[in-house]
């Protein structure tokens, strides 16, 4: 089981919570978890319990790691991001985002729309029976949740099939530009 990287279990008096460090380092206690510097640039703030009570319902001060300036490799590893930025893989994976999610949103919110307007502008339309008790109305509803159900399923297809590779293919080059300007560590 993975520990809690610093943040307290629920359950039993006297146990002490350790912290799980990234360097390789021994386990240190909680209580000195907040000397302690994630270089992991995803770390997610919210596990480690910033901002959670101490326990006893006051608010423990907030501990936030200083800035990195290791060196000015933060300058350096922004040149990486905008290089990357510019690059000709980076503006292909962002047009194929645009040319999915620009003409689904256009079709959507259009659909949404004449949805809204129909319904409050010809009520006698919409009140007009398909099938027993269901009305036009109640299946352009459903329709609604179904185009969304669709909508989100074709944007994960096309998210897998013609972007995600290419998308972690630049995650991993600007990992490994940055790693070799920091001397081969990340």
Avoid: I
């Avoid at 990992?175 to 920091?182: A, I, V």
């Amino acid at each position: 089981m993975q520990r809690s990287k610093g943040r307290p279990r629920g359950g039993g008096a006297g146990q002490e919570s350790w912290v799980e460090p990234l360097d390789g380092h021994d386990p240190v206690p909680a209580e000195e978890a907040g000397q302690l510097r994630y270089d992991d640039p995803w770390y997610d703030a919210l596990a480690s319990g910033w901002g959670e009570s101490a326990g006893d319902g006051a608010q423990g001060p907030a501990v936030v790691p200083a800035a990195r300036t290791e060196g000015g490799s933060g300058a350096a590893a922004a040149d990486v991001y905008l290089e990357v930025q510019r690059s000709a893989a980076f503006q292909e994976v962002r047009r194929r985002y645009r040319r999915f999610v620009v003409p689904a949103f256009l079709a959507f919110f259009a659909w949404y729309v004449g949805y809204v307007v129909a319904a409050t502008t010809v009520p006698d339309l919409m009140a007009r029976p398909v099938a027993g008790a269901v009305n036009v109305a109640m299946a352009a509803g459903l329709g609604q949740f179904l185009s969304t159900f669709l909508l989100t399923w074709a944007y994960a297809r096309h998210a897998r099939l013609r972007r995600d590779r290419a998308a972690l293919e630049l995650r991993w080059d600007t990992q490994e530009l940055t790693r070799g300007m920091n001397g081969g560590t990340s």
